[in-house]
Nanobody
Framework: QVQLVESGGGLVQAGGSLRLSCVAS????????RAWFRQAPGKERDFVASITWIGSSTVYADSVKGRFTISKDNAKNTMFLQMTSLKPEDTAVYYC???????WGQGTQVTVSS
């Protein structure tokens, strides 16, 4: 079993920044990628960004390109999402995920006020 725990969410004004973290623990998972998703109220869960665990190849949703940066610390089994120039439409619960598995974190709330 793998546990994913997100942290770093909060309330921020438009134009502000937040840094999310996702720590993995438990069984070693060697899947190639880790990912961030988000879900706004009444909407589906959407892909935000992903990164390869070996190397650092990244993919971003068009809506966050140039504003969000995904990174990782393999030694600490931790993934990050640096979010800048935040907009009210970025308001959502943010989840980390290991693609191809049922492993999800519990989510962290990000609220951007206008």
């Amino acid at each position: 079993q793998v546990q994913l725990v997100e942290s770093g969410g909060g309330l921020v004004q438009a134009g502000g920044s937040l840094r999310l973290s996702c720590v993995a623990s438990g069984r070693t998972v060697t899947n190639l990628r880790r990912a961030w998703f988000r879900q706004a109220p009444g909407k589906e869960r959407d892909f935000v960004a992903s990164i390869t665990w070996i190397g650092s190849s990244t993919v971003y949703a068009d809506s966050v390109k140039g504003r969000f940066t995904i990174s990782k610390d393999n030694a600490k089994n931790t993934m990050f999402l640096q979010m800048t120039s935040l907009k009210p439409e970025d308001t959502a619960v943010y989840y980390c995920n290991i693609p191809g598995t049922s492993y999800w974190g519990q989510g962290t709330q990000v609220t951007v006020s206008s």
